[in-house]
């Protein structure tokens, strides 16, 4: 056995009104009846303002979480909110197509060799995201593809996360807030058919249950069974339930208790060979007349029809809020949740051995090695407990919110080995068989198995500082102390253990154990009562097993002794409300330095920590009505990346970051006509993608660059229904959605295709 041991550093807006019309009402009833004996002294009435919300359909005014105490014109850091109207405009069903909304953020990787990324595998300017992904501020683990028929908006924040929320992303993290129940009793619903054989159906009932004590319900339902537009074979199948149950609503305590439960049916799409694509050219030497092969069709599905990606997710949280004496307000948050995977992918790998071809004049008679058989059997859990508290004191022009909180989470990941997985014939390169039977399928466990658990308990602090009505100051800091438990099982080999039979059963035992402290300070001066210009500068940290794993190998980047990533964003930026807040403009300016990058090197294959990369750029946004009736929503970036010191991590050789495109552009506006008829549309572009290097030759280094144009429009046909088509990829672009590192596949985007949708609301 193997043991390392690492040490290392109920008042309500309405009762308001009440209140006032009462006041103001009382004399008259006082008097009501008897006619005044002389004439009255005319008396003054008292002024009475009211103030209305300017929010609309777009925009949002501030971020979900308790720790972002100001609007967000106010909040000296880059966050994207993206609402549910939005959402529903496009068309979008999951995070990823979410998240189209906010340049520069995309499900670019395909994956490693063989294996194809499952669940939302996110980049943000440069760096892989997926495991800073948050439901309701809590760290949502697990493989799974997010589907957002019971969210009600998404906070994507830019730029280190490790103040927030702990160990993160060096670039940023995705927070989702869910829907809760309210005291407004309505139902809303929608059934939708579209090309690749979509199908959906969603339901969302509202009900007040007392509305004395301020109880409601509501229930949250999908159900869907769909291809992909462009893909054979490739089907996602899902249905979710989410009820929520709310207490106290209008009082001083309030308590909810949500439960989710998501159960997915899967085939997974493990890509398409990259023959025949721009900057792709012969494996072999001996066969130059590959370089000019054609390409295949995207069309084509090169696994087994009895590949599957099963995913089970259960999650319930129970939280409760109290406003306390002097405006004290503590928020108590309570999840378990639950995430199992059972995924069983046939892919391949397009090198020397496995393209073969046998005679140079027919193609048709060329084959492709279907022999990397990838299964995961994976279950994650996750208990936690989060306390916020949040204080208003001082006077005068010198006022504090002070926010601090506790948090206590312990998250578990195991997986399991199979053998048995069988095998598949080659597949022929032009016209792919995904029928043929799988031979020797018999999968079984076999002892091979990981088992790693994460608990960390966390502290943090945040104090807003005002001076005045022109100046906000804001210090956070936050410490989390980590430990990391990793026991492994795993088979033997000639190369890991020389001195043992190969397959024999080789346990691993590793620990570490961290506290890492990260800060935050900004400061924000308001030029005018609805903009702000500021500055900022943040820290994030990253320690080694954040992905649940640990390795004593020299050639894995999960090896406890390395340091934690330690990352520093500094950002300035400006916003700005206008046309009375119903628009808001965003810029910012930033810089990240990551230091402490573990990499692989391409001769030896061991990892060292000699990285320090660098991505800094300009990002613009705006959100909100443009007119009455005009909404719209864009963002820009340009990012330029560079490794400071360290390998190359791209296949062309250029001294970037890969996954990185270095400009985005994303918009969307719609326009409601007077007969009630709403068209919108929208342009997302994407800049060229520059793949990872891992030694494969022959295979384009980039994925190109792409425009694509979507279209909407929707009706009215009824008080309670409305009729709404999407048209997607209106100029059927041929693109790359995602490439994986060896760049032997890739994922096709869509072509052209549309769904007609029907939103039913009472």
């Known amino acids: 056995m193997a043991t390392i041991n690492s040490r290392k550093h109920a008042t309500t807006f309405n009762h308001h009104i009440n209140a006032t019309l009462a006041a103001m009402l009382l004399p008259v009833a006082a008097h009501a009846g008897t006619a005044p004996a002389s004439p009255q002294p005319t008396r003054a009435m008292p002024e009475v303002t009211v103030k209305a919300s300017a929010e609309n359909a777009f925009k949002a005014d501030k971020a979900s979480s308790p720790k972002y105490t100001e609007d967000l014109v106010d909040t000296a850091q880059t966050i994207t909110v993206i609402k549910k109207e939005l959402i529903q405009q496009q068309g979008a069903v999951t995070l990823t197509e979410a998240l189209r909304n906010t340049p520069g953020v995309g499900t670019f990787f395909l ?63 995705v927070n989702l807030v869910s829907k809760q129940a309210s005291m407004d009793d309505g139902f809303s619903g929608s059934l939708s058919a579209g090309s690749g054989s979509v199908k959906r159906a969603t339901a969302d009932l509202n009900r007040v249950t007392d509305a004395a004590n301020g109880s409601a319900f509501r229930l949250n339902m999908m159900a869907q069974d769909s291809g992909t537009p462009g893909r054979d074979v490739v089907n996602n199948k899902r249905w979710a339930v989410a009820p929520s149950f709310a207490f106290g609503l209008g009082g001083t305590t309030r308590a909810y208790l949500n439960f989710l439960h998501v159960d997915q049916r899967n085939t997974p799409d493990g890509g398409v060979p990259t023959i025949g694509l721009p900057g792709y050219s012969s494996p072999d030497p001996k066969r130059p007349f590959l370089a000019t092969a054609a390409p295949v069709n995207p069309e084509g599905f090169y696994g087994s029809a009895t590949d599957n990606d099963d995913v089970k997710a259960d999650m319930v949280t129970f939280k409760v809020e109290h406003d306390a004496a002097r405006g004290a307000r503590v928020q108590n948050t309570f999840r378990y949740g639950r995430t199992a995977q059972d995924y069983l992918l046939t892919a391949f790998m397009g090198n020397t051995a496995n393209l073969v071809t046998p005679d140079q004049a027919n193609p048709s008679g060329w084959t492709l090695a279907r022999t990397l058989r990838t299964v995961k059997d994976q279950t994650n859990k996750i208990l936690t407990n989060q306390t916020a508290l949040t204080l208003d004191f001082g006077s005068g022009d010198i006022t504090h919110t002070l926010v601090t909180g506790l948090e206590l989470t312990n998250e578990k990941q195991t997986t399991f080995g199979y053998s048995g997985l069988g095998a598949l014939a080659p597949a022929a390169l032009y016209a792919p068989n995904p029928y043929l039977p799988v031979g020797a399928l018999n999968p079984l466990r076999n002892g091979v198995r990981s088992d790693a658990t994460v608990s960390t308990q966390s502290l943090y602090a945040f104090d807003t500082l005002r001076l005045g009505d022109k100046w906000i100051f804001n210090a956070g800091v936050r410490a989390d102390h980590v430990d990391i438990d990793y026991d492994a099982t795993s088979l033997s ?16 035992s590793l620990k570490v154990n961290d506290t890492l402290v990260n800060g935050k300070l900004s400061a924000l001066y308001k030029p005018t009562p609805h903009s702000s210009v500021y500055a900022l500068i ?23 002794r390395f340091e934690p990533q330690d990352s520093t964003t500094t950002e300035v930026g400006a916003k700005w409300d206008l046309l009375q807040r119903k628009l808001a403009l965003s810029a910012a300016l930033y810089r990240t330095t990551v230091r402490n990058e573990v990499e692989q090197d391409p001769v030896d294959l061991k990892y060292y920590q000699t ?26 970036t340009r990012m330029d990346t560079e490794v400071d010191t360290g390998k190359i991590v791209t296949a062309s050789g250029e001294n970037t970051l890969s996954y990185t495109p ?13 007969m009630g008829l709403k068209l919108g549309g929208g342009a997302r572009f994407v800049d060229k993608l520059l793949r990872g290097t891992d030694g494969a030759v022959g295979t384009p280094a980039f994925a190109d660059s792409y425009w694509i144009v979507d279209a909407m429009a929707s009706y009215n046909v009824s008080k309670n229904v409305e009729l709404q088509l999407n048209v997607y990829n209106l100029g059927d672009e041929t693109y790359i959605a995602a490439i994986n590192k060896s760049g032997y596949r890739y994922t096709p985007g869509a072509p052209r295709s549309a769904s007609l949708t029907a939103n039913i609301r009472f």
Do not use: C
């Not at 294996?115 to 992904?133: E, H, L």
């Not at 809590?138 to 160990?167: H, M, Y």
């Not at 009505?625 to 864009?634: D, G």
């Open 493 to 508: 080999t000639a190369n890991s253990h020389p001195a043992l039979p190969a397959g024999t059963l080789v346990p691993t």
């Open 111 to 173: 994956g490693e060799n063989g294996n194809t990324t499952t669940g939302d595998a996110i980049y943000m300017r440069g760096f892989d995201s997926s495991t800073s992904i948050y439901v309701d501020g809590v760290r949502d683990i697990g493989s799974v593809s997010r589907d957002v028929f019971n969210i009600e908006q998404i906070d994507v924040l830019k730029g280190p996360a490790g103040t927030d929320s702990g160990r993160a992303s060096p670039t940023g993290s």
């Open 662 to 674: 270095r400009q985005a552009f994303t918009a969307w506006t719609s326009y409601t006509l007077p």
């Open 538 to 560: 943040a820290t994030s940290k990253q320690p080694p097993g954040t992905n649940l794993v640990l390795s004593t190998s020299a050639s894995s980047a999960s090896n406890p």
């Open 611 to 636: 990285g320090r990369k660098q991505v800094q750029g300009i990002e613009l946004g705006v959100t909100g009505e443009v007119a009455r009736n005009w909404l719209a929503s864009a963002g820009y």
